[in-house]
Structures are given as C-alpha cells and as structure tokens.
C-alpha cells in the first residue's frame, strides 16, 4: 500500500498547466478518515496493551501467591485448603476444619472460585456437614 501524498508526481498525473487540481473532492475526506481510523487503531492498541498488562500482573501475582503467598482467610490457607476440600465436598470433614475450610471459600478470592466451579457452580457451599443449618434444596435429608 503506497500513501497518497501530494507529490509532483500526483499532480502530474493530471496534467493541468494553469492551476493546482490538488486532490479530488472525495480524496481528503478519505485521507482524513484513513487518519482517524490509524488513530483509533492506535488508542485500541494502547488500550489493549494495557489491559493485557494488567491480565498479565494478575496473572503472575496469581501464579506467585501459589507458590509463595497463600491467602490466609478463615484461619486456613489454601494448601490445607485443597487437601481438605474433597473431605469437606462429601461431608467427611471434622466440624472444626470444615468451619474454617467453608470460611477460607467464602473469602479467598483464590479458592472461593475454583471450588465453585469445581461444584458445577449450583451445589454451594454447605452441601455437606452443616445440614442443620444450610440445605441446599436438592440436598435436604
Ligand atoms: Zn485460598
């Protein structure tokens, strides 16, 4: 793609001897869009560069909090979390772990998600040991 410039060669083209026949009527509102297209292009850019930046921070502080920072909530981290979780799903966890593990799930932006997806999304929290308190509809004994 070659840009449209005013260069003689342009104006030579046209061939006109007494007077500039510059651009065509159509020809500067196509150039003016071009331009304002490339800069939309340029701000879409920037502003997707931006947010890739912020996904990759998330993303890497995500990855470093796995492996070094575990998010302390409920009196658990993660880790025991996770070792914990599949005892807690099927109701086998001791009353004081399962406090903290449903806690940690509730406020753990880490494991809250995972288990909830984990669960299909619709199987909460409390579909286990604390049937006295909370039964999820399908769940009531
Ligand atoms: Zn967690």
Known sequence: MSE??????NSAGQDHEDGWQPCAPGEISGMVGRIQDRRR???VGRTTF???LVLCVAAASQFSGFSAAEHDCGGIVCSDVM??????RTGTLDEKTTGQVRLHLEECPQCGP???????????????SFGDTVVMAGFAR
């Open 4 to 9: 449209p410039t005013n260069t003689p060669e």
């Open 41 to 43: 292009a340029i701000v």
């Open 50 to 52: 931006a947010a890739a």
């Open 83 to 88: 070792a914990h979780l599949e005892a807690y």
């Open 114 to 128: 995972k288990f909830r997806k984990m669960t299909g999304g619709s199987a909460q929290l409390d579909a286990g």
